[in-house]
């Protein structure tokens, strides 16, 4: 039984395992899902190319997944939705060559994913954005950020990526507060458990599935439980050594490989 507005429902869909930015990560990805505990929906929220050497064989697994998608600024880039104007060199160089590689059928699915908010009727209380419900290519990156979307928008919780930062804010009165999930390692999977109020207002980044940039290199993603309303936190080790390989072996620019290696 959950609780949304006061009012008791079943929702079909209790456990939700969220994504975002998969960034081509092929190897990030499947690591992400061994780990993942069982699930009743999943949730992409947006960057699923872009970076990474994989782009074909992660949208494919990416659409085997789920139903639930929201566009980010590298699907829009890489697609010709928007121009590369906003993007450093890198960025730019690893969206000409992805588009490239790109099937036309991929191409035309990443033209055709939503823009955030999105909404899922089984699921009250909830929406998902890549940037933030305000602006969908805006980066909450400290608690200042989040106070002008925590406070317009009433949805009580917001799952958003973006700036690939594992981790939320709250909104308690007018005060936005930051919350990040410990870690004990660098090497092992580890989960940390946040348990939410339903008094409160909350965005939640489950991290970057294949481009961590919090110091951390390992796989990130969130288990959301709408009956419990505990958002659970994952990192998780991957095959960071193959992922670098296949980004030289496509003549990539070699930052986007060094840089998995450090989580920046």
Known sequence: MAWVD?????????????????????EALDSCLAAAPAHDLVVNLGD?????????????????????????????????????????????????????????????????????PIHVDELPGLQFVHGSSLDEDEYMVSARDAIAPLITNPVPITFFGHTHLQGGFVLSGEISEA??????????????????????????????????????????????????????????PYNLRVAQEKILAANLPQRLATRLATGR
Do not use: C
């Not at 890489?78 to 104007?85: A, K, R």
């Not at 980044?205 to 659970?232: E, H, K, L, Y």
């Open 6 to 26: 006061g009012k008791s429902y079943n929702p079909p869909f209790v456990r939700i395992l969220v994504l975002s930015d998969i960034h081509s990560n092929l």
């Open 48 to 116: 699923t190319v872009g970076y990474g050497g994989n782009p074909n064989e992660v949208i494919a697994k990416a659409q085997a997944l789920g139903r639930v998608f929201v566009r980010g600024n590298h699907d829009k880039a890489v697609s010709g939705l928007m121009n590369l104007e906003e993007f450093n060199p890198v960025a730019g160089l690893a969206t000409l060559w992805t588009r490239d590689q790109l099937t036309p059928e991929n191409l035309q699915w990443l033209r055709a994913l939503p823009q955030g």
């Open 179 to 236: 919350y990040r999930p410990g870690y004990r390692t660098v090497g092992q999977p580890e989960s940390s458990d946040w348990p939410l109020r339903k008094d409160r207002r909350y965005l939640i980044n489950p991290g970057s599935v294949g481009q961590p940039r919090d110091g951390d290199w390992r796989a990130a993603f969130a288990m959301f439980d709408s009956d419990t309303w505990i958002v659970s936190f994952y990192r998780v």
